[in-house]
């Protein structure tokens, strides 16, 4: 895969992350919330194994480690801009706000800012790096969504057939 192709990715999971979490969902339906962050792990590895600059080891480094540190206080954000709420039937729904859209394109200015500092020293930085960021992104946002409704009182309930 090229650099163009994890773009691509990226931004096909965050048309459809994003267009779901803007409507109202019932939340017993996100059990699997890891799923789409393993698939795009499995998807960097895949894409490139090696995260860091050969040339330039230690700034790398610094670089995954700090956008990985933002991605997952961004994850943070993210996952409480989120309305929750329990219906009488007591199933829990969550709905994005306003907030959730500007907490999004605040995760992307952080993402082209670390790119821009890598560009700025000189370090290659692997488009893997991207697709692991916003899994980090999606895992941490959905962890805090689903502590946050469980503080709600009792567990989530499953969906009855």
């Not at 919330?33 to 330039?56: E, K, N, Q, Y």
């Not at 993402?111 to 560009?119: D, T």
């Not at 689903?146 to 503080?151: G, I, K, N």
Request: net charge positive.
């Amino acid at each position: 895969m090229t650099a163009l192709s994890d773009v691509l990715i990226a931004v096909a999971v965050i048309v459809l992350v994003l267009g779901r979490q803007l409507r109202a969902r019932r939340l017993d339906t996100e059990r699997r919330f890891w799923l789409i962050p393993l698939v795009l792990a499995a998807a960097a590895a895949l894409r490139d194994p090696v995260l860091l600059d050969p040339h330039h080891r230690a700034a790398a480094a610094v670089l995954v480690a700090g956008s990985m540190l933002t991605t997952a206080g961004m994850g943070c954000v993210w996952g409480w801009t989120v309305r929750i709420w329990r219906e009488t039937d007591g199933s829990v729904w969550s709905k994005g706000t306003t907030a959730t859209a500007f907490a999004w394109v605040g995760a992307l200015l952080l993402r082209a800012a670390w790119y821009g500092v890598g560009g700025a020293l000189h370090v290659h930085q692997s488009g893997s790096v991207l697709l692991l960021s916003l899994g980090l992104l999606l895992l941490v946002r959905s962890a805090a969504v689903q502590w946050r409704a469980r503080r709600l009182g009792g567990e989530l309930h499953a969906l009855a057939a």
